[in-house]
C-alpha cells in the first residue's frame, strides 16, 4: 500500500525490482513480491517557497472512462478464473455500493483477487499489466493527460491515489506522467505469492487522504509540501477534494455534484 523509490543513479538489486515481475522503468518492488509504483524524479519538486506542490488524480472515472475493477471482473468472468457464484456475490456488492449503501472494500477485492490466489506475483502482475495494455490505456482521457503534464511542466509532484490494484497503476504509470503512485496492494505470503486479502486498507474514501499524507511526509518531509490540486469523479473522493486548496469535480456523480455547487469546487467536463 505504500510507496517507496530509489534515488536517480543508484543501481537497484534484481532482488529489490525482480527481474520476472515485469514492472515498467522505473517502477521498483519494495515489499516481498509486492509492487511501489514510483516513477524515479530528478530530486522533489518545490516552489519558490521551498514547498512542494501535490497534484493528487482519482484513477477510475477521473483519469479512465469506467471502473479498471469493474472491467477486470468482467474480463475475469469470460476468461472463466472466478466461479459465477463468486461474480455473483461481487455484482451484488455492486448494487449495494451504487445504491450508496455501507460496504465492506477489502472483502470484494478479496473477491476478486481470488482469480490469482496462490499464483506466482510475477505471473499476475504480468497478467494485470496486459489487462491494462489491452483494455484499460485506450480510457485513458486526454484531459487527464493534458492535466497531468501541465503540473508536471510546472513543477508540482503528480501523484495518483486510487482504489485499483496497485498492478494496475503500476502499468499505467509507463504510459503516463504519473510520478507517484498509491494505490491498493494486495498481501504476498512467504512464498511469493498473492493472496486473497488486503494489505492494510483499500485506498478509498478518507484513506486516500491518509496515506496520501503519510507518503508525502515521507517523501518531502512534514511541512514541506502542500495538496495544491485533487481531481475525482466520485462522491467517495469528497475527503480528497475537501484537503485541497483547489478542488476539481471530474464529470462527477450527482452527489458529488451537488458538493461542488455547494463548495464552489471547479466542475470539469472530461
Known sequence: MSIASHSPGVPVSEDACGSSAHLPDGVCR????????????EGAPTTSSGRVLVAAFDFDGTCIRGNSPVLLVRHLARKRMLAPSVVARILGWAACYKARLPQNESWVRGLVFRAFAGRPVGEVNRFLYDFYDR???????ADAEAAMRAHEAEGHAVVCVSATFEPIVAAAMEHHPIQYAIATRMKVDEGGRYTDEVAGLPIEGPEKVAVLSRFCDEQFGAGSWELGWAYGDHHSDRSLLAAARHACAVTPDRPLTRTANAE?????DW
Open 30 to 41: 519494495v515489499a516481498a513480491g509486492a509492487l511501489g509504483a514510483t516513477r524515479l524524479m
Open 135 to 141: 483494455f484499460i490505456d485506450e480510457r485513458f482521457r
Open 264 to 268: 464552489g469546487y471547479d466542475i470539469l
